[in-house]
């Protein structure tokens, strides 16, 4: 069985806006490893990650796969954009750059993006 092309990282160090004792991160990527289906697996998996130094925008995640655009996504609820979240990630994997045009984008990527970075060139 082959590794799933797209990884959703998810910071579990961000701390709520209202509440620095919480970790909405871990709550999301519970979330996201509930709500995953069989056949999501297969071409994405969730993964925890300490930081990606967006600390003001919880919860943050970052979307990657090999020769691909990366996207740095922030703000997401870990209850209602859970759906949302899962929908981006088969979006960018169905995309042979990553790029998710915006009229394309679920509501919870189009408000969410903090960044966008190219891939690492080949060589």
Known sequence: MSEPETTVYVCTVCRAKDDPEVRPGHALLEALGARLTAEDRAIVA????ECLGVCSRPCTVAMAARGKWTYVLGD???????????????RYTASETGLVPKKDRPDAMRKGIISRTPPAPKG
């Open 46 to 49: 969730a993964e925890p990650v």
């Open 76 to 90: 997401f609820d870990n209850v209602a954009d859970v759906d949302d979240l899962i929908e981006a990630a088969r």
